[in-house]
């Protein structure tokens, strides 16, 4: 094939894959055992790791833990829409259905609506067995910080 008919990866997927290399860069994912996928536009799929160690007392994850995965999923979901600004946390409702022990959670975020500066976004996490653990919706506003100043976004992976 010539070079002139060869194509390399959209702008949207370089906006994506530079959102999974700034979600890896931040210092709270040291934490927490999670892995971040964009597979689509309005779409994000974190994998996370929960163990003991963000436990209560009653022995199951903290509410906190749950707050972070629906919150990154809907997030990054809802900033594959902006690719000029990080978006912000303004709002989040969240809801729990199951309490979670150890083992790999699923959070799958989706886009809803918004697309100048405020932005609706939800997410939902599913257990090892399938099951749905707790779910929620967040409003997101653009920020004024350039996600091209921001080195985990703009580092080549």
Do not use: C, Q
Request: hydrophobic share 40%; no cysteine; charged share 25%.
């Amino acid at each position: 094939m010539p070079d002139d008919m060869k194509s390399g990866p959209s702008g949207a997927d370089l906006h994506y894959r530079a959102l999974e290399r700034l979600y890896d860069s931040a210092p709270i994912n040291d934490v927490f055992a999670s892995k971040l996928e964009i597979p689509a536009e309005g779409r994000s799929r974190l994998t996370f790791t929960v163990d003991e160690a963000v436990f209560h007392a009653a022995g199951a994850a903290h509410g906190t833990i749950y707050f972070k995965m629906l919150d990154d999923a809907a997030f990054y979901a809802a900033n594959t829409m902006a690719t000029d600004r990080f978006l912000l946390t303004t709002s989040f409702n969240l809801h729990f259905t199951k309490p979670v022990r150890a083992g790999k959670v699923i959070a799958e975020g989706r886009w809803v609506s918004g697309k100048r500066r405020v932005f609706v976004a939800e997410a939902r996490l599913v257990d090892s067995e399938g099951d749905e653990i707790g779910r929620g919706t967040g409003t997101f506003m653009r920020s004024r910080i350039a996600l091209s100043g921001l080195p985990g976004y703009s580092a080549v992976g």
